[in-house]
Every structure is written in C-alpha cells, then in structure tokens.
C-alpha cells in the first residue's frame, strides 16, 4: 500500500522560505515521477513541480527561480524548497507520485502573509 506523507508547511511572511517534504512508503520510489501540486481556495489544483525518475524536473512558471524539487539521496523522500514566498502562493501542497491517477499525500498548509 502506496503512502505519501506531507510535512513542513506552516505560516510565513513574504520573502521567507519553507521546505516541504514527502515521505513515501510502500512504493519503488525511484522508478516513479514525484510532483508537489498545490490547491488554493476557489482555484484548481495545479502542478508546481515535478521530478522524473531520470532527474529532470519542470516548474510551475510563477514558482521558477524560487523553488526548487528534489529527492533525498538515502531515503524516499521528495523535497520542495521554496525561497522568496509571496502571498499567492499560499494554498494546500500536495505530494504526487506517478500523474494525476497515481497516489496523492493528504496535503499540508502553506499560508503566506505578514
């Protein structure tokens, strides 16, 4: 049984960082594409980031130069680093594995605001 555990959100001001993670369990971690999407209220859910299982990645535009995804060395987890936050990113993330019919995380809040 596939489990995708989100951690790291929280409230910040503009201009701070947070780092998400997504621990995955119950899979072969690095043969799948990792994403974080992310759902902000009366919006649709949107990719911000993925990583496929050959290490490229794509972004969101809005979040380029910002954020950065990337998987730990010795352990399935997939990160989200995102610098420079602006009030419109805040929404729910969530951790993806495998496109939008593969297994979804339960989401963790991002609210940024001063």
């Known amino acids: 049984q596939v489990q995708l555990v989100e951690s790291g959100g929280g409230l910040v001001e503009p201009g701070g960082s947070l780092r998400l993670s997504c621990a995955a369990s119950g899979t072969i971690f690095n043969i799948y594409t990792m994403a974080w999407y992310r759902q902000a209220p009366g919006k649709q859910r949107e990719l911000v980031a993925a990583t496929s299982r050959n290490g490229g990645t794509n972004y969101l535009d809005s979040v380029k130069g910002r954020f950065t995804i990337s998987r730990g060395n010795a352990d399935d987890t997939v990160y989200l680093q995102m610098n420079s936050l602006k009030p419109e990113d805040t929404a729910i993330y969530y951790c993806?594995?495998?496109?939008?019919?593969?297994?979804w995380g339960q989401g963790t809040q991002v609210t940024v605001s001063s």
């Open positions: 993806n594995q495998n496109g939008l019919a593969g297994y």
